[in-house]
């Protein structure tokens, strides 16, 4: 058993995901296929108080990152959309490894939240053979059952065509889903292969770690569900053949790619505030990042409003290696101007005065990025 020191094993962390790293990419859109392949996927959402999720997770490693250059990416078939934990863009590379989860739709080992009509799902994809591409709204059907939450039973037949691998989406138009099928989008000498259970668990494993640079098992099957028994074994596997390693940091046991503290021997950008998403896949396992670097974390804008501790959408803040603060924000469209409702510092912070410069210089950053002309900060308070 190895040991590794919470700042070091914090440090890995930080790198693998691609961020306090100080980097001009001269092709950036190239960069953003990099990442993604890096990190492994990228949750797309339909919040935007501020730039939607995808768009603010890939900014947040590229400061010259455009939000077109996921539609480009998507339409030269280097990227695809797809369930991860969530709804999410992942690098066509990996593609067979999302079937063994479509096969668990089709073969009803894993079920949807839409009951298959099995007669109509067979009519949405005939007319999408016959007809081409096609949204929702190409469909004509009617919500059967009020509850709030209800849609037409035609997109949930696409949905279920869509997760059991029969459709994929080809593009979106005004962030709306375009079907096709399968066939139409995937690029030609695709691997279409099912990856046999021992390919598989080593993939979920590997893939994590690659981009995590540490990870426990609970944290490699998170919403995958049937996967731990696969994972377990590969787990042992691995450590047999000296591709991973076993780490303690503290009293918890960690595990990572052999070659992973080679990361401690680089330079951490220090001096560089960042601004997060909430779901970005630094933090989007708030149990790791608790345990990680002692940071407690709630998106509040699920939680009614008189319950909320910090605010709507609250944006987790790195600076000199830490989660140091959070930020309320929200795009004021009417002045162009990004405010931060409540700016929160953490209580280890012990350099107030290089974090306020740096993080005046990533606000007005994130500001342009956002198609503001600047940002104000309306409140400051200290985390008790």
Known sequence: MNFLSRQEAQKIALLSQGLCINASPSNPQAHTLRSIEKIGYVQIDTISVVQRAHHHVLWSRNAHYQPHFLDELVAKKDLFEYWSHAASYIPMKNYRFTLPRKHTFRS????????????????????????????AKDFDSQVLKRTGWESKPTKQALELLYMQGDLMITERRSFHKVYDLTENVLPDGIDTTIPSQDEYGRFLVLNYLTAHGIGSLTEMTYLLKGTKPLVQQALNELLELNKIEEFKVGSQQWFAVSDATQLLNSKLSRQKAHILSPFDNVLIQRKRISQLFDYHYQLECYVPANKRKYGYFCLPIVWDGQLIARADCRVDKPTKTLHVTHLYIEKTLKNDSAFEEDLAKELASFAKFNQCAGFKILKRSSVS
Request: avoid cysteine.
């Open 108 to 135: 009803g080992q894993q079920s949807h939240w839409f009951k298959k009509d099995q007669k109509l799902m067979n009519n949405v994809l005939s007319k999408i053979t016959e007809e081409g591409p096609l949204m």
